[in-house]
């Protein structure tokens, strides 16, 4: 990251700011509902600091700037359009280690302004670096629209009573859960003077039947897509920030893990890459195990727990062993892969069907009804098939399907890096061994192949 976010206390703390404009009057404004004692040098000040000078809002020094300004100083703030003296600010401000904001000038500022969204006690702040202003603003659109106003409400409710859920609830993972269950409840909106008899009921009426309900662990398991973190469903963003304990597969990119909640433990359980093999009963035994604990395990797979994903095997353990679940469906591969290279996995006159074929099946062997995918007009996508391409092909061939039967080759598909090479079951393996392919890979055979965007020109 650019800059480390921190959030500043400058209650009554002496702050400067350099100029006395429209500039500087929209950051004193803003730390002035911060608290800050203000004080601005600037020969001139604009009306609006006039009037906050007579109201005894901010200090005021008629002058221009000297480096004795800063004696005593929290923070220092330059606001002028005159370069020489923002540099000057920024330059005396870092030789006392001061932080420094120079307006519209990052390389000159030690710190910067975020953009915010203030449900005190509640804020959040979001920044671009000074790189994208534009898109601060839509960020923050965005998540002014969604946030509740009731929030501030609920914020300051919590505050008022931490200390007693300290004193009712002292194991701080049993306070925790307690917390998130009053939040996610409908109860949480009703923290106004006049309904807080519900909202202390629910915290502290029978607090040991509320341990004792949070005291049962779960697990999710859920679908982290094919890659690109922004398919990731709203649901299991939710749940990825509820979790305890991870357990992810080599499918699951680092981007998707960095939107996990950030004190929760990460355990890699892949099988393939990235560290030792973890058989499937290993896994098993693992969720059964960390959910009797008392933890929330998160399960997060590649694409889709249920298409390959193995999860059937993983409900089977936690039915038998009585451990409450839920799934999340991912955008499976085959969806993801097909739509980012143009696709259409289905189409009314070229594919009436669509099947979906893995290449490594439990017993590692692959047998398969090859005469059924003989047949024209379906569209047949295999997974984990890289290492078998040539056999698929060859079998393909052989059963019926036309030579000339479009095949594409997705390689990371989803994610920046992706790959596509596309020909046809008699010459996709050799056009595959001439580039240099990563896995996770994807095969789509089928006529609806031919629709790819540029399609013709890569043939």
């Known amino acids: 990251m650019d800059y480390f976010p921190l959030s500043f206390d ?3 703390r002496p702050c400067l700011v350099v100029g006395g404009g429209e500039i500087a009057r929209r950051k004193i404004e803003l730390i002035l509902r911060a608290g800050a004692k203000i004080t601005v040098v600037s020969p001139l000040l604009n009306q609006e600091l006039e009037t906050l000078r007579a109201q005894g809002a901010i ?27 923002n540099e000057r600010v920024s330059y005396l401000a870092n030789q ?97 003077a006049a309904d807080r008899d519900a909202a202390e009921k629910f915290l502290f009426a029978d607090p040991k039947a509320r341990s004792q309900e949070v005291s049962q662990g ?50 890699y359980v892949g099988k393939l890459g990235r560290g030792a093999f973890t058989a499937q009963e290993t896994i098993n035994d693992k969720l059964v195990r960390l959910a009797k604990e008392g933890n929330r395990v998160l399960r997060l797979k590649g694409g ?27 955008i499976t591969a085959a969806s993801g892969c097909a739509a980012y290279t143009g696709i259409p996995l289905t189409h009314r006159e070229l594919s009436q069907s669509v099947r979906f074929v ?27 098939g890289l290492g078998g391409l040539k056999s698929i092909c060859d079998q393909l061939i052989s059963h019926g399907r036309a030579a000339t039967t479009p095949v594409a080759v997705i390689s990371k598909g989803t994610l920046p890096d992706q ?31 031919s629709l790819m965007p540029g399609f013709d020109a890569l043939i």
């Open 218 to 267: 779960e697990v999710y398991l859920v679908g982290a897509g094919p890659g690109d973190p922004d398919l990731l469903t709203l649901r299991a963003l939710q749940l990825m920030q509820k979790a305890d304990i991870v357990l992810y597969d080599n499918l699951v990119s680092e981007q998707i893990l960095d939107r996990v909640r950030r004190d929760a433990s990460r355990e």
């Open 358 to 384: 893995t290449g490594h099946p439990k017993d590692g062997h692959v047998e398969l009804e090859w005469r059924e995918f003989a047949h024209k007009n379906q569209t047949i996508v295999f997974y984990m």
């Open 419 to 449: 790959i596509t090479i596309v020909g046809d079951l008699e010459n996709i393996y050799d056009r595959i061994t001439a580039h240099e392919i990563s896995r996770p890979t994807l095969i789509i055979v089928g006529e609806v192949v």
């Open 96 to 192: 006392r280690q001061l932080p420094v904001n120079v307006v519209d000038s990052p390389d000159l500022s030690t710190v910067i302004f975020p953009a915010i969204i203030d449900r005190s006690p509640l804020l959040i702040s979001i920044s671009s670096g000074g790189k994208a202003p534009v898109m601060v603003r839509k960020v923050r659109e965005l998540l002014e629209a969604t946030i509740p106003q009731h929030f501030a409400r609920l914020a300051v409710y919590l505050g008022e009573v931490r200390s007693r859920m300290k004193q009712t609830y002292s194991d701080i993972d049993e306070r925790r859960k307690v917390t998130e269950n009053f939040v996610e409840s409908g109860v949480a909106s009703l923290t106004s």
């Open 304 to 330: 889709d727990p249920f298409i390959f994903g193995r999860g059937g095997e993983e409900i089977e353990s936690l039915i038998e062993c009585e451990i409450p679940f839920q799934v999340v469906p991912g």
């Open 10 to 12: 400058l209650k009554q």
């Open 59 to 85: 200090d005021h020094i008629e002058r221009k700037f000297e480096e004795q300004d800063l004696d005593g100083i929290y923070l220092v703030i330059s606001a002028t359009e005159n370069t020489s003296v």
